[in-house]
């Protein structure tokens, strides 16, 4: 019982992160079942099935907020499901031993993705008229879901940052049309799961505890996208699952580290977490202070013009 709320929680939180983010519950949560000792297709395959839900939650209520782009949804999301289908059935075919680092390092590339695109870079906006393209998000669409399913997570994480550089779609359509599409994909994800693995393995009640927690906070999230700084929310999610899934290397049998070393690999990756979300937040603060200045501007000129046509007439 105690694992199955711990699992609602961080399904609640996977989900607040997802749904304000654009990202981050496949990671997230195949993150956790790894790391209490799940077959990793078995945890890509009880996330996929729990995402079922928790998308169709999740689109439902960006639907309502306005946040989505249905031509988006199916230009990205078809492909997206083919390659989650081939993704679900190649994982499904490794070995144990081959598959847990193999995930863990695709993870750990998604993770470190994720830090540095919201640490380092801004999110453009001087494109949005211009219409994002089939071609574009056709193998965008193909890649991002053939990676979901295998490490578990991926959708979010490649599909999000690579329409909001785009500069064409404003950041809370960009998160709210991938949150809807995903939909497709955990539900391609699911059934190549089931034929690769005939239900072997997977956890039911695990399954449901991630469903009950998302299905929580997936209207909460919609809501919270016009309100959290995904900058800052970027880099403390990535630093996260960088740090889970180096822990995952260093303790397999490709690297084998020692006490000493994994220690200090854990201290690095401490310091640059810490600085790479006090750094997100200084910018954040910084461009509100731009922001604030330049609306202000505006509205002071007129102000000091009044005095100098008084004074002339």
Do not use: C
């Amino acid at each position: 019982m105690r694992t199955l709320i711990l699992l609602a929680l961080a399904g609640l939180g996977a989900q607040l992160v997802d749904g304000s983010l654009g990202m981050a519950y496949g990671v997230t949560s195949t993150t956790l079942l790894l790391a209490v000792g799940t077959n990793p297709a078995a945890a890509s395959a009880t996330v996929h099935l729990a995402e079922i839900g928790t998308t169709l939650a999740s689109g439902a209520a960006h639907w309502r907020f306005g946040n989505v782009d249905w031509r988006v949804v199916l230009k990205v999301g078809i492909p997206g499901a083919v390659g989650a289908f081939a993704g679900a059935t190649f994982l499904s075919a490794l070995s144990t031993e081959l598959a847990e680092p193999v995930m863990a390092l695709l993870l750990l590339g998604l993770g470190l993705y994720v830090l540095g695109r919201f640490t380092v870079t801004g999110l453009p906006t001087d494109k949005l008229d211009k219409p994002l393209r089939k071609r574009f998000l056709s193998p965008l669409g193909l890649v991002a879901g053939f990676l979901d399913a295998t490490g578990g997570g991926g959708w979010g994480p490649v599909g999000t940052p690579a329409i909001l550089a785009s500069g064409r779609l404003e950041p809370r359509k960009v998160i709210g049309s991938i949150d809807t599409s995903e939909f497709l994909v955990a539900v391609a994800a699911s059934l190549g799961f089931l034929v690769g693995l005939g239900g072997e393995g997977v956890n039911w009640l695990w399954a449901v505890a991630l469903l009950a927690g998302g299905l929580i906070a997936a209207p909460i999230a919609a809501w919270l996208v016009r309100h959290v700084p995904p900058r800052v929310l970027g880099s403390a999610v990535g630093g996260l699952i960088v740090l889970t899934n180096i822990r995952t290397l260093l303790r397999s049998d490709w690297l084998g580290a020692g006490d000493a070393t994994q220690w200090t690999v854990y201290g690095f990756v401490y310091v640059l977490w810490a600085a790479a979300v006090t750094y997100s937040v200084k910018e954040h603060r910084r461009a509100n202070r731009a922001a604030a200045e330049t609306a202000a501007q505006p509205a002071a000129e007129p102000a000091d013009a009044r005095p100098a046509e008084a004074t002339t007439s």
